[in-house]
Nanobody, 119 residues
């Protein structure tokens, strides 16, 4: 069973930066994509960014474009999220997710890491 573990969350002032990491353990395998999602208090979970290995491309939500950068290593099932110019609107629990090759959706999820941006 593959497990994803996030780290790097914390408390930061507005305008600051954080780097989230996600590493897989257990039965690892090459994936179609890995991504980051977040859930702010009282809101639905939303997509943040993803890296699609076969295309060597990344996609971002409009709200984070130009501020967040996703990177990673498919062979190691690791993914990172560099977050710059953070605002209070970025406060949320951030989840790492993996979409297996042939899967229609992200089927593996981490437990989440809290990111709190203070004004």
């Amino acid at each position: 069973q593959l497990q994803l573990v996030e780290s790097g969350g914390g408390l930061v002032q507005a305008g600051g930066s954080l780097r989230l990491s996600c590493a897989a353990s257990g039965r690892t395998f090459s994936s179609y994509a890995m991504g980051w999602f977040r859930r702010a208090p009282g809101k639905e979970r939303e997509f943040v960014a993803a890296i699609i290995w076969s295309r060597s491309s990344s996609v971002y939500a409009d709200s984070v474009k130009g501020r967040f950068t996703i990177s990673g290593d498919n062979a190691k099932n690791t993914v990172y999220l560099q977050m710059n110019s953070l605002s209070t609107n970025d406060t949320a629990v951030y989840y790492c997710a993996l979409r297996a090759v042939g899967a229609l959706r992200y089927g593996y999820w981490g437990q989440g890491t809290q990111v709190t941006v203070s004004s």
